[in-house]
């Protein structure tokens, strides 16, 4: 399926871009031009776009607000979250609790705009992914709360916004790393593989329909495939009612993640939530939460975790 996926995206890039001359490649290389392609007709339909818009452009340096809000639901989104859930994998938290945690922050650098629905955008994102296990110490009689993993990521993202349609083009570095606690009780004590440490280039496009946002995307790593299987793929919804005060609000919503490296197993993340705050004051949201998968953070990234529990989330910066 990959050699025939290839061979056509070969051809079409020979055909339709020029700038790409036919050569024999590896998959990751063809999968990069087909996604530079993307990114080279989306960039000319914006500038021939532009022509028909405003004369007066308005640039602004480090601007307030985002164009292209947070996936809420995306396990490696940049954003305060912090749950508390009791998952399948009790190995792997002594038949205990697991706390996801994270802390992080996005921020647009520069703001080029013609209207408030027509605008781009450069910015950068910084966050810190890291786990815990909480469980009972039966010799001790005591409760324990160890640290599992801690993954890094920072980014690099242009965000175009066009009426209710709004796209990320990003590049990214994620590291994984164990915490002292895990290795020292497992007895790890030689260094393991670690596929959770690469660059990926990827985009996501977003369309706002009332209540309702939808989006979906791909993503390509950019490691050596002999490193990191490289291709995957994202999409999924967020629907919110707010109250008539627009103070408060319900939502529900899913995340669905495909990963070539995980063998294309379905990783689902999903919630049912309530809202506190308007949106534009960067609300607190508090949610039921449950995932299905493998799991999304640290080296052990081929093993099987669900986990249903509770969790808070917001967006400060």
């Known amino acids: 399926m990959i050699e025939l996926l290839n061979d056509r995206l070969s051809e079409y890039l020979r055909v339709s871009c020029p700038l790409f001359p036919p050569c024999s490649v590896s998959p990751p290389t063809i999968g990069l031009r087909f996604l530079i392609t993307i990114i080279f007709f989306s960039f000319s339909l914006n500038v021939a776009t532009a022509q028909?818009?405003?004369?007066?452009?308005?640039?602004?340096?480090?601007?307030?607000?985002?164009?292209?809000?947070?996936?809420?639901?995306?396990?490696?989104?940049a954003q305060f979250s912090a749950s508390y859930v009791k998952n399948?994998?009790?190995?792997?938290?002594?038949g205990g609790y697991y706390a996801p945690f994270a802390i992080g922050f996005r921020k647009?650098?520069?703001?080029?705009?013609?209207?408030?629905?027509?605008?781009?955008?450069?910015?950068?994102?910084?966050?810190?992914f890291t786990q815990f296990e909480i469980y009972e110490d039966k010799i001790k009689n005591t409760t324990k709360r160890q640290m599992l993993?801690?993954?890094?990521?920072?980014?690099?993202?242009?965000?175009?916004?066009?009426?209710?349609?709004?796209?990320?083009?990003?590049?990214?570095?994620l590291s994984s790393h164990f915490g002292d606690d895990y290795t020292?009780?497992?007895?790890?004590?030689?260094p393991v593989a670690n596929p959770v440490n690469y660059e990926q280039f990827d985009f996501i496009h977003s369309i706002d329909i009332q209540n309702l946002r939808v989006y979906f995307g791909g993503g390509l790593s950019l490691r050596p495939p002999k490193e990191r299987k490289p291709y995957v793929v994202q999409a999924g919804f967020l629907y919110k009612k707010p109250s008539e005060s627009k103070k408060t609000a319900i939502f529900t919503g899913l995340d669905l993640k495909v990963f070539q490296q995980t063998k294309l197993s379905s990783n689902i993340k999903a919630c049912i939530g309530y809202q506190l705050g308007k949106e534009e004051n960067n609300p607190i949201k508090l949610v039921i939460e449950g995932y299905y998968g493998k799991l999304p953070y640290s080296p052990l990234d081929q093993e099987p975790l669900n986990w249903i529990g509770v969790g808070v989330y917001c967006s400060p910066f």
């Open 52 to 77: 028909d818009w405003d004369k007066k452009k308005v640039t602004e340096f480090l601007p307030k607000g985002h164009l292209f809000e947070p996936l809420l639901l995306d396990p490696l989104e």
């Open 88 to 94: 399948s994998n009790e190995e792997m938290t002594n």
């Open 108 to 128: 647009e650098i520069m703001r080029f705009s013609r209207s408030a629905t027509d605008a781009t955008e450069i910015g950068l994102d910084l966050a810190a």
């Open 149 to 173: 993993n801690v993954d890094y990521k920072v980014s690099l993202f242009y965000n175009v916004k066009k009426e209710n349609h709004t796209t990320r083009i990003r590049v990214f570095h």
């Open 184 to 190: 020292f009780s497992r007895k790890i004590y030689a």
